[in-house]
């Protein structure tokens, strides 16, 4: 578990369908750092491609199990909360504001949800 990043489903059709990136895009806009957090999910980060080539790596399990484990490396479920539904925001930071600050995060949170028929133009 993390407590720095507090992480958050984005459900498109409570906003008329638009994308994640056009309601994140709108939120930011607010004020408020929302983001995806590990862009592509961990698994096709360049640095697994890396890690595999170390010598290290390839003495600890060869270079065919290395290979297999590259082939299957085919996460659907995880590509689609990476791609779609992840939003997250920095906990450590932005939720030890205070009310004032909170309230806020509403307010821009409310705005963007009363103009969710305007998204899917950003």
Known sequence: GSYYHYAMTYHKEHFNGAHRTQFLKAINAEG?????????????????????????YKTMYGE????????RLHLPNCDQICDETLVS???SGTLLGTKQEMDQMIDGIMKVYENRDQLKTL
């Open 32 to 56: 408020i750092g929302f983001g995806s957090y590990i862009r592509n999910g961990l698994h096709r980060e360049p640095w697994v491609d890396h890690i595999m080539n170390l010598k290290v």
């Open 64 to 71: 065919k199990r290395l290979k297999e484990y590259k082939e």
């Open 89 to 91: 925001i920095w906990g």
